[in-house]
Nanobody
Framework: QLQLVQSGGGLVQPGDSLRLSCAASGFTLEWYAVGWFRQAPGKEREGISCISSTDGSIKYSDSVKGRFTASRDSAKNSVDLHMNDLKTEDTGIYYC??????????????????????????WGQGSQVTVSS
């Protein structure tokens, strides 16, 4: 079973930083492409980053490029999402996910987004991020 366990999140003020972590249980996460998605109330799920399992390249959505950084931590078998200069529009539930039906997988982006949710088959439980003054 490909289980992803998320940690991090919370309530912060605009301009603050936050880190989310996504740890794999029972498998080696670095073998898989890993995406980060977020969903704001009343909006569709948005792909904000995608780490390829081919060459380790990373795609970001236009909405977070330059502010968010995704990285692998092989020692912890996890992927982190470092979020800087947070804005109120970053509020939402954040999910990590992996591509399981194509291996290896190269993240090529999806319009202004980093990835398309339908291509990902195993998801973390979600982490609430609220940015408010």
């Amino acid at each position: 079973q490909l289980q992803l366990v998320q940690s991090g999140g919370g309530l912060v003020q605009p301009g603050d930083s936050l880190r989310l972590s996504c740890a794999a249980s029972g498998f080696t996460l670095e073998w898989y492409a890993v995406g980060w998605f977020r969903q704001a109330p009343g909006k569709e799920r948005e792909g904000i980053s995608c780490i390829s399992s081919t060459d380790g390249s990373i795609k970001y959505s236009d909405s977070v490029k330059g502010r968010f950084t995704a990285s692998r931590d092989s020692a912890k078998n996890s992927v982190d999402l470092h979020m800087n200069d947070l804005k109120t529009e970053d509020t939402g539930i954040y999910y990590c996910a992996i591509v399981i039906n194509q291996h290896p997988y190269h993240c090529s982006g999806y319009g202004t987004q980093a990835a398309r949710a339908i291509q990902f088959g195993s998801w973390g439980q979600g982490s609430q991020v609220t940015v408010s003054s």
